[in-house]
T-cell receptor, first 111, second 115 residues
Framework: DAGVTQSPTHLIKTRGQHVTLRCSPI?????VSWYQQVLGQGPQFIFQ???????GRGNFPDRFSARQFPNYSSELNVNALLLGDSALYLC??????????FGPGTRLTVT | GNSVTQMEGPVTLSEEAFLTINCTYT??????LFWYVQYPGEGLQLLLK?????DKGSNKGFEATYRKETTSFHLEKGSVQVSDSAVYFC??????????????FGKGTHLIIQP
């Protein structure tokens, strides 16, 4: 089975722009979570979705939003990009509530 | 709130040495505990897990025991290899009514194994 896939792999944006990141979960997994990993730090939880509903939200500003589609894929949107948003964005899917499997991530650079 | 503290790196060892990476946690409720590994340029891979006190997670020669009395989940391996060089993250998740909360990670420990 294919693992979690994310697109794009790399992205360069300018301050103030908007970005959309995409994630496809492992087949059969209905939960998707998003994390931000700044260089040299552990991942920080942004959102969790289950059956298209938001089930959890981390301590991130309203510029960050997400949604989950009927096929369980997900998008993470970030508006009004700041330099500090430069990071690796990780998507994880899960079948069992607590066991999450991560994709390779999208490297976002904001200039 | 929930938090994870793990030993700072980098940790440098010679091949075949014994490895311990310390991890302690603070959690509201009863957490599940995890170790993830991240190889250069890659995403995180689940290495092992434990869901209740005294459980031992193991995989690829790595082990960790869920110690509720000391709120710890230390990672150990008896004989490390150069291929074990990576960043290791300790993490926890607490179940809630709607499922599990997002994972809370430590800052990571960079392990370097020299031949």
């Amino acid at each position: 089975d294919a693992g979690v896939t994310q697109s794009p792999t790399h992205l360069i944006k300018t301050r103030g722009q908007h970005v959309t990141l995409r994630c496809s979960p492992i087949s059969g997994h209905k939960s998707v979570s998003w994390y931000q990993q700044v260089l040299g730090q552990g991942p920080q939880f942004i959102f969790q979705y289950y059956e298209k509903e938001e089930r959890g939200r981390g301590n991130f500003p309203d510029r960050f939003s997400a949604r989950q589609f009927p096929n369980y894929s997900s998008e993470l949107n970030v508006n009004a990009l700041l330099l500090g948003d430069s990071a690796l964005y990780l998507c994880a899917s899960s079948l069992i509530a607590y066991e999450q499997y991560f994709g390779p991530g999208t490297r976002l650079t904001v200039t | 709130g929930n938090s994870v503290t793990q030993m700072e790196g980098p940790v440098t060892l010679s091949e075949e040495a014994f490895l311990t990476i310390n991890c302690t946690y603070t959690a509201t409720g009863y957490p599940s505990l995890f170790w993830y590994v991240q190889y250069p340029g890659e995403g995180l891979q689940l290495l092992l897990k434990a869901t209740k006190a005294d459980d031992k997670g193991s995989n690829k020669g790595f082990e960790a025991t869920y110690r509720k009395e000391t709120t710890s989940f230390h990672l150990e391996k008896g004989s490390v290899q150069v291929s074990d060089s990576a960043v290791y993250f300790c993490a926890l998740s607490v179940s809630s009514g709607g499922g599990a909360d997002g994972l809370t990670f430590g800052k990571g420990t960079h392990l370097i194994i020299q031949p």
